[in-house]
């Protein structure tokens, strides 16, 4: 398994051109409708700065929040934090796909740069659709014309079928930005690195999503080790075999993971190299935060515990490659950190080409205290990073294989 390189912004000429670019600037939002978390706007500043260098016209579009929901705004904030960012004019229309976002568009001239509304106002956003079905929606029927190339540049929307991630590419030669490329060069150093031993650290809350990828890379013989922290460790331990009290099994009820005990187990009789945690933090009914061997705790599991945290960050410490994903316990509470904090400063410590899976890992990076500027991949999206570790074909990149093959392989560009 291999992750396209797909032709990026680099390899084209966007002087004099209409440039859409997908984007993803979707963030936490606070009760006044201002932006609390502006780094994955900062992200783009490379891919959008290079194009406006370049001599493109540049549109922009991305989506914030679902219909509904309190995050769902209009994107007048995120195109004054763009221009912050960028330190250039940035044109900001109320408007997709009406005649102010036309107009727009065809008044836009050479290195300025114009970001349309929220893209989830129109309706056919929502809706999941192969490419094809896509290229043929209003959103894409409408702007389309008006460019010259689409650069996909959202790895975090990447696992959604939606017409601005898969009908563009169809309908326009279509290259990818720096944040795309960078996250498909960590793929595939994660999935094809011939350097050993290959470590993957995984944990959080989402389980089942993550039994997938164990059995991926087990299957494809990816994975030398496999560390398992949080929930999943949990679900693991009892999956082969160990001892667990009745206040670990009953959490694990309650959380509906029992069902997932039996997929576990057959991935584990399949020959996954997984390990458990030895230990755990677990909260008292009296309150007390104490640790204990796993196979003897008795209370709400909140951590893993120190000797765990040892024997985890020595085998990181040895690895060529570590690819970490979801926190090792309930990090929203600051007594809770310190078995994530833990593994991520091994990882930082270490000679190892580090993939971090973004998410509340991403987040405790600075906390760590170990500075690192080589060899360290951050990723943008969680739900595309364990799609794309689990096998599944993202449907961003079916959709950029397509635009390949119709413009690029026959040199129609």
Known sequence: MEFTRFPTIDDVELSRKKVLVRVDFNSPIDKDGKIMDDSRIRAHRQTLLTLLNRGASVVVITHQGRPGDNDFITL???AEKLQEVLGVKVRFVSDVIGPAASEAIRSLGEGEILLLDN??????ELIEAEPEKHS????VRKLSPLFDYFVFDAFATAHRSQPSIVGFPVVLPSVVGYVMRDELEALNKSILSNESP???VLGGAKVRDTIKIIEFLTKKRIADRILTTGLVGLTFHVAKGGRAGKSLLKFLEEKGLTTLISLARRVVLSGAPVDTPYDVKVIKEDGRVVEEPINTADGIPVDIGSYTSLMFSEMIKEASVVVMRGPAGYVEDPRFRSGTLDVLKAALESNAYVIIGGGHLGSMLEEVGVRREKNLHVSTGGGALLIALSGETLPALK???????KFFAGGSS
Do not use: G, M, N
């Open 136 to 139: 043929r929606t209003y959103l």
């Open 198 to 200: 290959r470590l993957f």
């Open 119 to 124: 893209v989830r106002l129109v309706s056919e």
């Open 76 to 78: 007048e904030p995120h």
């Open 399 to 405: 959709a950029l294989e397509i635009s390949y093959k």
